[in-house]
Nanobody, 123 residues
Framework: QVHLVESGGGLVMAGGSLRLSCAAS????????MGWFRQAPGKERECVAT???????YYADSVKGRFTISRDNAKNAVYLQMNSLKPEDTAVYYC?????????????????WGQGTQVTVSS
């Protein structure tokens, strides 16, 4: 069993930055594909970024060039650096783990989820 806890969300003005962290316990994430997803009110959960066990990354077009996903296997953690934030980035952000070295942009393919952290970007 993997337990994921996100942190780092908050309220920021447009153009600002936030760094989300996802700390894992229970099992090492070294061989797991990891992803960050977000869900805004009234919208479906969408993939923001993923990183494989070999650190291959994927970004949604809406965040490319602004967000960076990374992982630190020594700390059993995954991060999402978010720069140049926009009001449309406002959502609850979730960390997810997949019991595969590879990643997927489909939330159905992930087996473990954190409780989420709220990110609010004001204009």
């Amino acid at each position: 069993q993997v337990h994921l806890v996100e942190s780092g969300g908050g309220l920021v003005m447009a153009g600002g930055s936030l760094r989300l962290s996802c700390a894992a316990s229970g099992r090492t994430l070294t061989h797991y594909g990891m992803g960050w997803f977000r869900q805004a009110p009234g919208k479906e959960r969408e993939c923001v970024a993923t990183i494989s066990a070999s650190t291959t990354t994927y970004y949604a077009d809406s965040v490319k060039g602004r967000f960076t996903i990374s992982r630190d296997n020594a700390k059993n953690a995954v991060y999402l650096q978010m720069n140049s934030l926009k009001p449309e980035d406002t959502a609850v952000y979730y960390c997810a783990a997949r019991t595969s070295r590879w990643t997927s942009s489909r939330h159905e393919d992930y087996h473990y989820w954190g409780q989420g952290t709220q990110v609010t970007v004001s204009s």
